[in-house]
């Protein structure tokens, strides 16, 4: 037994840790398994996070000390949480909604202040301005709940876009009016302290959607590597959350409001949106929550029967307080029950915002040696902490959890995913050009139907074809390492092929494809072969939707999508689905879409957005003629993508203007981001009946074409 104490006796001296890396070690293995151990206790991994910290934080059995690795790590995660809530806000909902984000947030920070400023000077016989603190901390909250959102992919949902609103809300109204109370205690509280505080305040406002927006599109057009992408999104975040410190503002709403900022310029199936949640999710967030159970001393809530009495009232008043406006609002606003829980689950916890509050509380003197927080307050609301977050924590998880179940179950009665052939082939060739297609494909494809992308490589049968098909094998394996970033799937094929068109569908029946997505060719000059050598081939001998896109610049600067839709292209078979893949192109990239056609086909494609896609902001602009194709020519900025719906001939809506495409997209419309949609037909194709008797490659043109031609350009040169 003595042998025993013995060896534990000098196990125990060498604690508590100080050595950095032994802390970062141990920090790391309790982000390894605190999971796997709440997982078994059906317990919140967030909640592990914070007990781990309180286990071995110096009130628990003081194996770590909480040295500045915590301050530095804890501060980036809870500027990673409040960034990743401004980055996946549905900004579309926000400006639909702006007044029920207003009403919530007033609720949500007004209703527990005022309740706890009550129970507090009448109950815990506080003073007005400690009172006031008190109701300020308690009207103010953390997202500390917000990466269970995350993990159930419920970052768009309205009822979280309205708590995260909210939230920022309460906290900016809690901060102003902390602001104030510590400006009462100081000389230079008059008119002048106001004023200079809102001028800064504004400033920062304007100055931030003014330039950072600017930085972003220039750093993004000209650098491509994910390194480099992922740390000036980083230096943006710090950079604002710096700027709002020296203002008089916490740097969480910096933080938040360069979220917002950099929102539209980092869609949520990006590889970097990949990286940023990545990072965040498996060190910083987890660091930030293992620093906050450190703080907290559970001994202090056995001390007296008082302390007990006093962390009951705090905790019971201000959750309270929360559940009331999250229950009236969601009633006000007829949403579920379980949207009310996840109102109430969010904007229910405590924790980095209410120790900033307290921490300049301390420093607060009321008289000589007395200051505005005492002892009792100070482990009061240190141990409120604990509660609210396991509170806050437990519910989101229940509400999330239900909202998935009631989700799903609607999106299955509304979609039928049995018929639903979605299946996207990706003929790529050119390194340069790949990346793009494959960004776009990922951002067209159904997310909830999570099937793999077809990347295809077609080589000539010939000489080079050895080395041609190392190239391709090279590109599709950079092609799959780019979409796992995403996690998504990517199928790969290199083909050999005499004829390419062929080599294409036949890969597209073998792979059981339902469109194909293809780069085309930049011509600086007008060229007669304006669809190249294989191109005509393919929409001729397939009648499925293929879709030729050309980028001069990276999807995620793009402003503005402009649709040509030509007369009754509503009839054609593949309507709904080009419209679709538009839609969800315009929601992922939160930009607005623009279509021009008649109103007989301009009526069904805004009935099916309202219905389909209610937050994509679509815009309608009647256009008489395909002749007037032209001058849209005029409004096509850098900065926009140009999307022609064109037709095969013989279908419903073709007309004899389409033969003109080629020479007004390469007159008018030379070096812009365009797009060329041939619908799908359906039907009987052209590729499953070829013989002898019907060649497998020709022009569209005939001899007659090429005279009507000829003559056209020697009328204009007369």
Known sequence: MSTFVAKMTVLLSYLPITDPTFIFFVVLIIILFAPIVMSKLRIPHIIGMVLAGIAIGQYGFNILVRDNSFELFGRVGLYYIMFLAGLEMDMEGVKKHSRRFLLFGLLTCFVPLILTYVMSITILDYSPAASFLLGCIMASNTLIAYPIVGRYGLQKHQSVALSVGSSMISLFLALVMLAAISGSFSKDSGWLFWVLFVVKFAAFCVGSVILIPKMTRYFLRRYSDAVM?????????????????????????????????????????????????????????????????????????????????????????????????????????????????????????????????????????????????????????????????????????????????????????????????????????????????????????????????????????????????????????????????????????????????????????????????????????????????????????????????????????LRRIRVAVPSRAEFEPGFHRWLERLSRLAGQLDCRIQFHGRNESLALIKEYINNRHPNVRAEYTYMAHWNELPQLAAGIADDHLFVVVTARKGTISYKTALERLPDELQKHFSGKNLMIIFPDQHGDTKDERMSFTEAQHHEEKSIYDTILRWIHEKRIKN
């Open 229 to 557: 992408q992922y740390t000036f999104v980083m230096a943006v975040m710090f950079l604002s959350a710096a700027l709002s410190s020296l203002i008089g503002i916490e740097g969480v709403f910096g933080a938040f409001y360069s979220g917002l900022i950099l929102n539209r310029y980092i869609p949520r199936v990006s590889p970097l949106m990949n990286r940023i949640e990545f990072i965040g999710n498996a060190l910083f967030i987890p660091y930030f929550l293992i620093g906050v159970g450190m703080l907290i001393n559970l001994g202090t809530l056995f001390s007296s029967v008082d302390m007990v009495w006093i962390v009951v009232l705090i905790v019971f008043f201000g959750t309270f307080g929360k559940a009331v406006a999250a229950y009236i609002c969601s009633l006000l606003f007829r949403l579920s029950k379980a949207d009310g829980h996840m109102m109430f689950g969010l904007t229910s916890a405590h924790a980095a915002g209410a120790i900033a509050m307290v921490m300049v509380g301390i420093r607060l003197e009321v008289a000589p040696g007395e200051y505005l927080v005492s002892d009792d307050m100070l482990n009061g609301i240190i141990m409120m902490i604990l509660f609210t977050c396991i509170i806050s924590t437990m519910m989101t998880e229940h509400a999330a959890k239900k909202i998935v179940i009631e989700e799903r179950g609607k999106w299955n009665e509304q979609n039928d995913t049995k018929d639903d052939d979605e299946k996207i082939l990706l003929c790529v060739k050119y390194p340069e050009i790949a990346p793009h297609l494959l960004y776009m494909s990922m951002f067209m494809r159904n997310q909830r139907l999570n099937r793999d992308l077809v990347a295809l490589n077609v080589v000539y049968d010939d000489e080079r074809s050895n080395a041609a098909r190392e190239e391709g094998i090279r590109l599709l394996e950079l092609l799959q390492q780019t979409a796992s970033a995403s996690e998504v799937k990517v199928q790969t094929q290199v083909r050999l092929a005499t004829n390419i068109a062929n080599g294409i569908k036949h890969a597209f029946r073998e792979f059981g494809c339902s469109e194909i997505v293809m780069g085309m060719h930049v011509h600086t000059d007008i060229n007669p072969r304006f669809w190249g050598e294989f191109i005509q081939s393919l929409y001729n001998g397939l009648n499925r939707q293929i879709l030729l896109v050309r980028f001069v610049q990276p999807m995620s600067t």
